[in-house]
């Protein structure tokens, strides 16, 4: 058993790797099935495996001694083998392995998902598109962006996603998931990936909090009260009478916020107050609705605007020193009041769970629906969705497309409802211009 065969004397040992120097031309040290040590003159070292493929002899090197040692030579020439006995070139198959890894460390997940926004970003509000990249550099390239695409798997993601619910921000971390999601979904389709390590743990994450109602008042002494608060609130001018609009009008926040001036028809904010004909049209591109609707000028939404609603902006046009925004920023005429002005008012005079400036929308559908069903016509409900720029039940885009600017007389009406209905007993819109009330002690 100790005896020790002619074929494994002939083998190289670590320490002729070892003690092999240069002399005055390049030698080899021969080990089996084709392996030698190459020595150059200058001591270098090398592994080499020669074979032979397609009826020709070929030479590969495997890498540097000692950076590769004596074992891994011998395990790569034994791969080398496998390849041969599959039909496949060693060299060609090193060469197609390194060119994948170049390739791999090209396209990384983060220069991936940025050539994936540049696709999506025209499709999108300036305000989602900024809220997708943001997110993305805030809460995943730092732990997944720099690694190839290819490299990430379901751990990896997790582990990411995990991060953001730990501070709480649950809906945030499945959002990320599906952007995630749709990122690999275009690398598959460009050859860059082969699956999506994010699909898979949809049911992982923790799960989304139960969608709650935006809250809101529901009755007209509420709505009333609601308005006297933010009216007297100790707040800037500007503030006030983008929340009396607001209430007035029955948009999103975010139409309030973007509004300009140029957005308004037939009003003359330096003549007096018989501005009968005032109507807001609020561009498509800045609805929230399908992107082939936001392109189209004939999805625009109109918004008359009544006597109560001209003089809240007649009132802005005081503060609005030459902005091109109704509601311009505290800090610069040149941008929109914060993104958060109006949330931060109805938070501080304790409106919190009780109403948001986004629930006048549902204060408004809920009084004029019982209205309606006293006083209203058969259609009312109807033009109470399109004021709302809701699509009707029952009415697809091409029909919304014909009526999206109709009943213009009637908006009318129902607007002026409205406002006599909430401005009863309510301050006078000078009063909320001149500036913030002292509270009580």
Not at 94 to 117: C, D, I, M, N, P
Not at 190 to 210: C, E, F, H, I, R
Not at 310 to 334: M, N, Q
Not at 402 to 419: E, H, P
């Amino acid at each position: 058993g100790n005896q020790v065969s002619k074929k494994d004397q002939r083998m190289l040992t670590d320490a002729q790797c070892k003690s092999a120097k240069g002399g005055a031309k390049p030698y080899k040290l021969t080990d089996s099935r084709g392996l030698y040590l190459h020595v150059s003159p200058t001591g270098h070292r090398s592994w080499r495996h020669k074979y032979r493929y397609g009826g020709k002899e070929k030479l590969r090197t495997l890498g540097s001694y000692p950076d590769v040692g004596l074992r891994e030579a011998r395990e790569l020439r034994d791969e080398d083998k496998r390849l041969l006995r599959g039909g496949k070139d060693p060299i060609v198959e090193a060469k197609r392995a390194s060119l994948a890894s170049r390739l791999a460390a090209a396209h990384t997940f983060e220069a991936v998902a940025r050539e994936w926004f540049s696709k999506q970003e025209l499709r999108w509000k300036p305000v989602h598109a900024k809220d997708v990249i943001v997110s993305l550099e805030r809460d995943v390239f730092e732990d997944i962006g720099s690694l190839p695409i290819t490299a990430i798997d379901a751990t990896h993601v997790l582990a990411t996603l995990q991060k953001v619910e730990d501070r709480g921000a649950i809906e945030t971390a499945h959002r990320l998931r599906q952007r995630i999601s749709a990122i690999y979904a275009y690398a598959i389709a460009n050859g860059d990936a082969t699956s999506d390590p994010a699909a898979s743990l949809v049911k992982v994450l923790k799960a989304k909090p139960s969608k709650r109602r935006w809250p809101a008042v529901i009755t007209i002494k509420e709505a009333r009260d609601v308005l006297s608060l933010t009216d007297t609130a100790e707040a800037s001018p500007v503030v006030k009478l983008a929340a009396r609009f607001l209430a007035l009008t029955a948009q999103r926040p975010g139409m309030i916020r973007w509004l300009e001036w140029k957005d308004i028809r037939e009003f003359n904010p330096e003549a007096g107050g018989c501005d009968t004909e005032a109507i807001w049209i609020a561009p498509a591109v800045k609805m929230k609705q399908e992107l082939e609707q936001r392109e189209d000028e004939s999805f625009n939404h109109p918004v008359p605007l009544g006597l109560a609603a001209s003089d809240v902006l007649r009132e802005a046009w005081k503060f609005s020193a030459g902005s091109s925004y109704v509601f311009p920023g505290a800090h610069s005429i040149h941008k929109p009041m914060s993104e958060n002005a109006l949330s931060y008012l109805f938070l501080r005079e304790g409106l919190r769970k009780r109403h948001v400036p986004h629930g006048w929308r549902s204060t408004f559908s809920t009084i004029m629906n019982e209205w309606i069903v006293e006083h209203g016509g058969p259609r009312d409900p109807l033009i109470i969705d399109l004021m709302l720029a809701h699509t009707p039940t029952g009415l697809s885009g091409s029909e919304l497309r014909y009526m999206r600017a109709g009943f213009i007389d009637r908006r009318r009406k129902l607007a002026a409802i409205w406002t006599d209905i909430l401005l009863s007993d309510a301050l006078a819109v000078g009063q909320i211009g001149e500036g913030r009330r002292r509270r009580k002690a």
